[in-house]
Structures are given as structure tokens and as C-alpha cells.
């Protein structure tokens, strides 16, 4: 069983930046495709990021591309999210997730969330 928890968020202003970090236990890491998510109140959860097991292949919601940038470091069992020029629009509930399949892949693997506010 892969156990994830998630950590960084924080409340900020409209501009600043967080890095979301995920931290994973279990051998399979590696060989999963992460992402990260979130959940606004009222508002479906939604995919923000994903990365492949290489690093190599990644995708970006249109909400978010060229502001943030997802990584992994597979020695560390963990994955980034790094934030930028961040918006009150980006207020939610960050999970991050593991699974297999790519372009869409099954997410078994789920994080407890960490809380990222942005006020303007």
C-alpha cells in the first residue's frame, strides 16, 4: 500500500508563491504516474498537474500553465508542485494522487490534502 501525505500550504497573497511537496512510502513509487489535484468549496475536484514516472511527460490544466510546475524525485519517493503568481482563484484543498495509465491513468493512491489560500 503507497501512503501519501502532502505538506506546504499556507495562506498567502495574490503573487506569491508556495511549493507543495509529497512525500510517499512503498516501493511502487517509481513506477506511478502523479498528480496533483484540488477541491474548492462548491466546486469539483479537478486535475491540476500530472508527471510521469520518468519525469519526462507532463500536463498542465489551462488554469495553471506557465504559473506552476510539477516535479518528482523518485530517490526521495517525492513529488512538487511548485506554485507561482498565485491567484485567489487557486484557494483550495491540494491533493496529491498516484496511479497508472497514461494519458489517464487510474489514481488508487490518495493524500490527506493541504489547505492553500490566497487572498487578494
Known amino acids: 500500500q503507497v501512503q501519501l501525505v502532502e505538506s506546504g500550504g499556507g495562506l498567502v497573497q495574490a503573487g506569491d508563491s508556495l511549493r507543495l511537496s509529497c512525500a510517499a512510502s512503498?516501493?511502487?513509487?517509481?513506477?506511478?504516474?502523479m498528480g496533483w489535484f484540488r477541491q474548492a468549496p462548491g466546486k469539483e475536484r479537478s486535475l491540476v498537474a500530472r508527471?510521469?514516472?520518468?519525469?519526462?511527460?507532463?500536463y498542465y490544466a489551462n488554469s495553471v500553465k506557465g504559473r506552476f510546475t510539477i516535479s518528482r524525485d523518485n530517490a526521495k519517493n517525492t513529488v512538487y508542485l511548485q506554485m507561482n503568481s498565485l491567484k485567489p482563484e487557486d484557494t483550495a484543498v491540494y491533493y496529491c494522487?498516484?496511479?497508472?495509465?497514461?494519458?489517464?491513468?487510474?489514481?488508487?493512491?490518495w493524500g490527506q490534502g493541504t489547505q492553500v489560500t490566497v487572498s487578494s
Open positions: 494522487a498516484g496511479g497508472r495509465g497514461w494519458p489517464n491513468p487510474q489514481y488508487d493512491y
Open positions: 512503498g516501493r511502487t513509487f517509481s513506477g506511478l504516474i
Open positions: 508527471i510521469t514516472y520518468s519525469g519526462g511527460g507532463t
